[in-house]
């Protein structure tokens, strides 16, 4: 596992904190139980600032369970997590981080921008204070002009640029999304992701971001991890390199296909591993990708 | 893509006011069917009595029940408000005890233990063994009784639906609320209460109507004589069917300004609730 993290290591920037520090951790469910459940086995992990990081595998690989204990939604049964050089439960409390799931969780009874607002009210800001910030963020994610519509008024992608900006209110350094997109269709999705990419850029934030779709993965990241289930852990880690600037014409480009490619190979050697382990047949279905894993 | 793809607005009409016309059509719409059906009934029920040659005393025409109410309005209305205002006592007493004994059992673990079969014994105690108490307790001519036999009833309800809703919280606000390292209180104050009033409504309508007959039944066990309770039972007993009958018009509208004043009441409170009902 060490040399994967070479290519990363071996630039030799390093940083005196890294955005997330994951060291020998390991995240067991139901402890002393029969139906325990090994979700993470002895995994590490270092994202340096800045950097776009997305986690793939196959469902119960314990991606989100990874992106949990580093949010301190989950507590660790061994190891250690830091985040921005801080105990993980200490960088909860200061908001180091904003989140964002697959639903959109917007408070209803509340319009747009005081869903923004949330995080800072209960950090007690002022309320002009809230209002400015809230407008900024709204500018941010080109929906000023949707500050007092309610919720229900906005369409599945402009509810999820507003849990976006509501995660980034309180300028939190990292961003941990849990398939922020997977409940889009497809068009709106490569335009979230576009966007998202242009908000990290301006605002140079950390993120980690879990998905199942392979070409989200690659489209977004300068890494792809590589998880493989049962018991949870990494295999791979796929540099890529498509530079700081992607567009549209990104996704059509032989690099982007090399990387997609290099990401499908890590994931099907994971489904022949477990169907080799279920079946003793070490000969897997090579023209499908490995169950809950988007191929598009 | 173009961006205006996923910027414009869905195109919906709910967010701008329809047109007058628009409206009045949907009004007319929702209140026509049940007057239909309202007038078809009383005109069958009063052909029935005329064609079947139903005596008086068994069951009066709607005419009859209609000029007695008329003719009696002043008597009616009076035991009208009188059980009225012992329903509507015990409903808003219920209702704010209902609310604030299952916020405190959601608040604390341990009252929870407690508070819940309490509320249950004390929701199965027959009205006539704690009217009976009570009456006993307090001034011949007092009110109280009843309103505390309602207060009970009321608070019965809402306290089920209310404990229903604070238990019912949507995992990805809860775990966004962990996330800004929100403090007990702030998520009962921000999420929880807010996702609870649509629930704690529900309870308060359907305790309404429930409110009326529960006064309206305690004044069987004695006390002052001047409510629907009692005058309906004189009535029917003696030979005036029809102010009887009457007498229950008054109940019957009684319970249903009860109903409507806690629909209008959700109306006001629970805002981002009214499109998805409406719909």
């Keep these: ?296 | 893509m173009t961006a205006a793809v996923v910027t414009s607005p869905k195109p919906t009409t709910t967010g701008v006011a329809p047109s007058a016309g628009a409206r009045s059509r949907r009004i007319v719409s929702m209140v026509l069917p049940p007057v239909i059906f309202g007038v078809v009934v009383v005109a069958l029920w009063e052909l029935w009595v005329v064609a079947a040659d139903v005596q008086p005393y068994v069951i009066p025409k709607p005419s009859k029940i209609w000029s007695a109410l008329v003719n009696d309005f002043s008597l009616v209305r009076a035991a009208s408000m009188v059980t009225a205002g012992n329903a509507f006592v015990g409903l808003v007493l219920g209702a704010i005890l209902g609310f604030l004994i299952a916020v405190a059992t959601n608040r604390f673990k341990i009252v929870d233990e407690v508070v819940n079969p309490l509320a249950v014994t004390v929701a199965a105690i027959p009205a006539v063994v704690v009217v009976g108490v009570l009456n006993n307790m307090y001034a011949l001519d007092s009110q109280i009784p009843r309103r505390i036999m309602v207060t009970i009833a009321v608070f019965f309800v809402v306290f089920v639906q209310v404990a229903k809703g604070l238990r019912q919280n949507d995992a990805t606000q809860m775990e966004l609320m962990r996330s800004y390292a929100a403090s007990p209180r702030q998520v009962l104050l921000k999420v929880r209460l807010p996702n609870t009033l649509p629930f704690f409504f529900t309870g308060v309508r359907t305790a309404a109507p429930l409110a009326l007959i529960i006064a309206l039944v305690s004044e069987y066990f004695g006390g002052t004589q001047d409510g629907l309770g009692s005058k309906i039972t004189s009535a029917l007993n003696g030979s005036n069917k029809a102010l009887g009958f009457a007498y229950v018009v008054g109940g019957a509208v009684a319970g249903l300004v009860l109903f409507v004043g806690a629909g209008i009441l959700e109306y006001v409170c629970v805002p981002w609730r009214r499109r998805r009902e409406s719909k």
Excluded at chain 1, 261 to 267: C, F, I, K, N, Q
Aim: aromatic share 6%.
């Design chain 1, 1 to 296: 596992m060490t040399d994967q993290h070479s290519p990363t290591d071996h630039r030799g920037e390093f940083s005196p904190a890294p955005a997330v520090e994951v060291t020998a951790v390991s995240k067991v469910f139901n402890v002393g139980k029969t139906d325990r459940v090994d979700a993470l086995v002895d995994v590490d992990l270092i994202v340096k600032p800045g950097e776009f990081v997305s986690l793939i595998g196959p469902s119960g690989c314990g991606k989100s369970t990874l992106l949990r204990l580093i949010a301190d939604l989950l507590q660790p049964t061994q190891g250690l997590i830091r985040v921005n050089g801080k105990i993980a439960k200490e960088a909860r409390i200061d908001q180091d981080y904003g989140m964002a799931f697959q639903q959109s969780g917007l408070f209803e009874w509340r319009t747009v921008s005081r869903n923004i607002e949330l995080p800072l009210e209960l950090k007690c800001w002022d309320k002009a204070k809230r209002r400015q910030r809230s407008a900024e963020m709204l500018d941010l994610v080109k929906l000023s002009d949707f500050a007092e519509h309610m919720p229900w008024q906005l369409s599945g992608g402009m509810q999820q640029r507003v849990a976006i900006a509501r995660a980034l209110a309180a300028h939190p350094k990292l961003l941990l999304m849990d398939e922020p997109f997977g409940a889009l269709d497809e068009m709106t999705r490569e335009h979230m992701q576009a966007e998202l990419l242009r908000i990290c850029e301006e605002t140079g934030t950390t993120v980690i971001f879990v998905t199942h779709s392979i070409p989200e993965a690659v489209y977004l990241a300068d890494r792809v991890v590589v998880m493989s289930p049962r018991p949870g852990r990494i295999t791979k880690i796929v540099d890529v390199a498509l530079g700081d600037h992607r567009d549209d014409a990104t996704r059509l480009g032989t690099s982007f296909f090399d990387s997609v490619r290099e990401v499908r190979e890590a994931l099907r050697q994971i489904e022949a591993a477990a169907l080799d382990e279920q079946y003793g047949v070490s000969d897997a279905p090579a023209a499908s990708a490995p169950r809950g894993i988007e191929d598009r």
